[in-house]
């Protein structure tokens, strides 16, 4: 239909105003190439909403949606804004509002090179980024402990401060995580904090206290449903703060203030080092906010040791040959164990296929529990000594239906026959190692079933459709 329209109003008008007449007619979220086959030596391109950005090099000018994609044609690139438009040519490029009023191109440089891209020794994007987590955590305690300036500016921690209520919002993996920064800032601080999916939030917005403070979680920086809530945000002039692993995304351009992951480019669309970058980001924030009576930078780093440690030793395709054989799995957990089940049951379901439902440990009796029978896998997260013997009992009630059930517990629960065991972490931050041998349990588990493993179904790895 856009064409049509462009097509329709060209007849009359130059292709440029046809553009832009056109553009003017368009409701909702678009990014849009025009070629005209009368003047094939030129693109147009414009957006609103959906990201799009113009790369130049030696060997022309690309465009596309990601940043990522430029790698290897340009060196330099400009983040089109909202209902601006370009015309670009071999010879240059010119940008235009939706007035044809011309505007000022600002190319940065792509500071991101091919290693970042590549799979290296490793057969998927997935395992590579899983055993980047480690490094990434490290990269993290650098880069906000280690500089000269802090990175998390006093006016972002005053603008948390003076609010009287936190809002997380996100969407899949980061809403996960969000959940996680939950916990981590009512324990070390005292400022409530409220998680809500973004897509929810977005159309139906809860009752928000006098003063609140956003906090939106994003690997991408472009998810649609996010955008909605900021736009909303910013029509009633609240803060908001992003955090993102991609510094040049719409969401880290239009909230108050954005803090980095630097997780380094995630191209599985199955999300594992931007989970882990997340969390250590929050406890980072909820650390600042508190007293400061843990080293977090030397339990952040201990966290890391931890997971590498696990890393070299795992034997998780055995289990899923033993375990992940049905068309369902359940995980459980309690307390920061039930966050982690949540976003275990995500990852296996979405490159598996496998039906799979994180479970507060306790709530299965209360419906799920109907759903066991003889052989059904049930996988049991325990990383607190408080609560470890009621999980277990859950397992017990499980088992008693005929379940398979086995454990991925923390060395201080750890009980005869446990299947795997992680090395203790500080309580607040068991999250960033027990995630892990869930997402290989998923890994594997699609690998088994010869699924593709970076590139799952029905699935996008920035969504910007609402
Ligand atoms: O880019 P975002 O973090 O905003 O994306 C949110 C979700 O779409 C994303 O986390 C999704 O759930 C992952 N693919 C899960 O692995």
Redesign the pocket.
Known sequence: MIAQLIETFSQTLSVEIAITTTLKLLHGSYALLVLDSNDPEKIYAAKYKSPLIVGQGTDGITVASDLMALIGYSTDYHALDDKTFLVARKEGIRLFDLNNESLDLHFKPIELDDQDTTKGEYAHYMMKEIHEQPSVLRRIVTNYYEKEKSLIKPEILESIKSSDRLYIL?????MHAGLIGKQLIEKMTSIPVEVHIASEFAYQKPLLSKNPMFIL???????AD?RACLVLINEHHYKSLTITNVPTSTLAREATYFLELYAGPEIA???TK?YVAQVGVLAIIAHELSNKSIDLKKELSIAATSIEHFLESEDILTLVREYLTRRNCFFIGRGLDYHVSLEAA??LK?ISYIQTEGFAAGELKHGTIALIEEGTPVIALISDPLINNNTRSNLKEVQARGAKTFRIVMESCKQEGDEVILENVHPLLTPLVMVVPTQLLAYYAALERSYDIDKPRN?A???TVE
């Open positions: 996100a969407a899949g993996t980061s979680v994003t690997q991408s920086g472009e998810t996010l669309v199955a999300s931007a995500l990852k979405e699935l790895k920035s969504v």
